[in-house]
């Protein structure tokens, strides 16, 4: 019987290194290699995966005899961290301003940046809106080891803010014929 349980859990082991979708679990390192443009593809999927978002405890239940499954809960618990919890402070990132929720809440900022026949107060306002959302991912996920002055992060907002307000009334050469 403990040859049976050995050999299954050799077995499972090596399955485990020879999957391209579970690699041996190592801390911190991404899944998927990145000498290569597929892996950095998958791993910036991975990174901006929307499920991500609606995870609010860490689902983390180990089975040590299935050591395959092990590994997949490793890289998903490690893909749930580093998707809610700052790399640098630990603390949890507000769901719309995670890398994972750039794509879901700013794609609504997206459409209403294209709305035909905007009237200046609303470009105005989805200018606005554009920029405070970037702003706010770019606070959210910024490199936390090294602290900035918040005036050096309010000017950069002021300065997007304002260069995008600034332009983008500016009729095209198609709308002044």
Known sequence: MADTAT??????????????????FQLGKPRFQQTSFYGRFRHFLDIIDPRTLFVTEHP?????????????QLWSAQKIKQAILHPDTNEKIFMPFRMSGYIPFGTPIVVGL???????A????????????????NYANRNATKPSPASKFIQGYLGAVISAVSIAPVPTSATWS
């Open 60 to 72: 983390f239940k180990v089975d040590i005899w299935h050591h395959y499954d092990f590994i997949l």
């Open 122 to 137: 609303s470009t105005v306002f989805w200018q606005w809106l554009n920029q405070s959302h970037n702003a706010c991912v």
């Open 114 to 120: 294209l709305l035909p026949n905007q009237t200046l």
């Open 7 to 24: 050999t299954a859990s050799a077995a499972a082991a090596s399955a485990a290194n020879t999957s391209t979708d579970a690699p041996p």
